[in-house]
């Protein structure tokens, strides 16, 4: 379109706008978006020159402000000296061994979960796994690394993000002059906004009353000093990591789940796998974070589920200095699309791209596929930092319930993706829980 160039087509259907760039015109498609210019690129060489090789020439794309402006410039959108302070201050926090201990969180939080569902189970009603994981994810993470919970905010906080990601989500593609008008939309988008502020302040506020340092992450920001000043991190910046953490640890993973959920009620042979190994190992025991090495399957059918539907659908950098991409200039301010949907589809490296197929994870079959063509945690120094730690949880999750449930979708229920800030199932995911006989379950609820 004239003046907007593609961006009335992205409003309407980013991933699949992306996804038809890229199959009609190859590695690297120059896209016109609004006042924005930039490529949409595909080579496994070019992302990895995008995110790792020449990363100093690139920051977060103006898209990311959006999540700034509402959310605060913390480690997610930060750049620079206070992405870098930001990054080293957290990093600990996610030790290899720090992260067994908090998989002991992960599972009990899974087992309560777990102990609920026996009466929606028996009730045989769909229940909105969507929602389900939401509030699993939410527990853990607000238990692991911020050691709390939400107080009075805690019913509140999952129709907040929905409300929070949807208004950013759509706005991330609009100019900006209709995003601030005082519609009832936008009031309910600030409504969110309070809620958030609200349950992030209790976080803060009940550390500070109890002021024990449980060596998690909120109390290494809490402690923090900066090594020239010796000042510790401001009140407003601390609140901005809490919302950082709390957004990008709960939703993603939340979604990881409940794609994983849809499509192994699409795939009666997977999901009978996925039992048998669970079983076989198991022995009816509830899943440990040392049982997970002996479950490659539970791991393989999470990575092909995080490469159909990768919560972090896609991301974009902004070019600092001119910089050659593919053969193409790609001038100074120009942006890179790094379209993890579109690049886990790409026929050159994943053969029948749409199917769900577990064993491509096979270490005979990744072989010789090229690292960055499978990117759902992103890649180079910003990297998600919470790679591990979403991995852990949702294995011990995904064991946990599948060792004693099954599930179906809902009859007639329309699945379909919906690209906002992370990729969400677009009405929700209602599926009915079948309990399993052939487990030997312990119910009780976890012991805390
Ligand atoms: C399946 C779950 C998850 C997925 C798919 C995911 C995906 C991503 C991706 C793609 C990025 C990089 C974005 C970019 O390069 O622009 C990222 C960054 C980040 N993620 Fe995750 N993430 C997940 C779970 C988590 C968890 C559990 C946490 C925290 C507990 C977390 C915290 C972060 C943070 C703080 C960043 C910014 C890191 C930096 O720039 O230094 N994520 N994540």
Redesign the pocket.
Known sequence: MPLLGMLPAIRRDPAGVFMRAARQFGDVVYLKIGPRRGYLITNPEDIRHV?QDNARNYH?SPL?GKLRMYLGNG??TSEDQL?LRQ?RI?QPAFHRQRMAALAGVMADAARDAAARWQSLASGGQPVDVDEEMMRLTRTV?VRA?LGADLGPFTSKIDQAWTTINQHIGESFWSLGFTDRLPTPKYRRFQAALAVLRGAVDHVIAERRRGAADSGDLLSMMMSARDEETGEAMNDEQLRVEVT??LL??QE??S??LTWTWYLLSQHPGAQRRLEDEIDVVLNGRPPEYSDLVNLPYLRMVIDEA?RLY???WG?SRQALADDRLGGFRLPRGWLAFVI?YVLHRLPAFWPDPEAFDPERFSPERSADRPKFVY????AG???????Q??LI??QLSVATFAQLYRLHLAPGHKVEPWPLITLRPRFGMPMTIERRTRSLPRLEPASR
């Open positions: 995110l977060k990311y480690l997610l992405w990054r957290a993470v690394l950082t953490f990008a640890g993603t993973t979604l990881a995080m990768p919560p972090a991301f993890p990117i759902p945690f992103g120094p910003r990297q998600c930092i919470g790679n730690f979403a949880e949702t």
